[in-house]
């Protein structure tokens, strides 16, 4: 079984602040990690994916999460900040073509 | 390319009521998921469809719940009779390979 642990329920940052959003997975099994983002009223949209290769990976707008193996995190961080970045954020796992394992998300709240 | 589509937005129904959501997935997609997302939770998979077979339903309310893909393409999920816990957004997502694509989901709500 595979089980997806997102430790803050919410994140409170300024403007132009850096922000990590931690999240911690426990799997049997090689993984594939994930960070979906939801905006108010709208479905999940994927943000960044980490399946093989690298460890860093990034999305087009400014997010990398790192895999780390040996402590079993993919924590997403972004240097700096935006309003528009308020969302809540979703990390998941799935082992090749199995269902995706989801946390319990974390709102990121982005204030001026 | 369009991304996968789901009706109604929104439904409002009282308890023991049925609904029924649909669900169009991306072109060329063989795997399309059912996911429930209660307020404050992730999304928890209900169904898995493989073309027009069930790869994983054990988490579907069976006594409750049904979802068909009849064609392998299209698919409607279906509650009857609805409860008051079965509040929540139903995601409908569709994958060709290891990531899975959401679409905006129906947010139902039961009185």
């Known amino acids: 079984a595979q089980s997806v642990t997102q430790l803050d329920s919410q994140v409170p940052v300024f403007e132009e602040a850096p922000v990590e959003l931690r999240c911690n997975y426990s799997?049997?099994?090689?993984?594939?990690l994930f960070w979906y983002v939801q905006y108010p009223n709208q479905g999940l949209q994927l943000l960044l994916k980490?399946?093989?290769?690298?460890?860093l990976v990034e999305s087009i707008n400014g997010f990398e999460a790192e895999f780390n193996k040996s402590q079993t995190s993919f924590h997403l961080r972004k240097p700096s900040v935006h309003i528009s970045d308020t969302a809540e954020y979703f990390c998941?796992?799935?082992?090749?073509?199995?269902?995706?394992?989801f946390g319990k998300g974390t709102m990121l709240l982005v204030s001026p | 390319e369009a991304g996968v589509a789901q009706s109604p937005r929104y439904k409002i129904i009282e308890k023991r009521q049925s609904v029924a959501f649909w669900c169009n997935p991306i072109?060329?997609?063989?795997?399309l998921y059912w996911y429930q997302q209660i307020l404050g939770q992730g999304p928890k998979l209900l169904i898995q469809?493989?073309?027009?077979?069930?790869?994983?339903d054990s988490q579907l309310p069976k006594d409750r719940f049904s979802a068909e893909r009849l064609k392998g393409v299209d698919s409607t999920l279906k509650i009857q009779p609805a409860k008051l816990e079965d509040s929540a957004v139903y995601l409908c997502?569709?994958?060709?390979?290891?990531?899975?694509?959401f679409g905006p989901g129906t947010r139902l709500l039961v009185l």
């Open positions: 980490y399946l093989s290769g690298s460890t």
């Open positions: 997502a569709s994958s060709s390979q290891e990531t899975q694509y």
């Open positions: 998941a796992v799935s082992s090749g073509y199995s269902t995706l394992t």
């Open positions: 799997s049997s099994v090689s993984v594939y």
């Open positions: 469809f493989q073309n027009n077979g069930v790869v994983d």
């Open positions: 072109s060329g997609h063989a795997t």
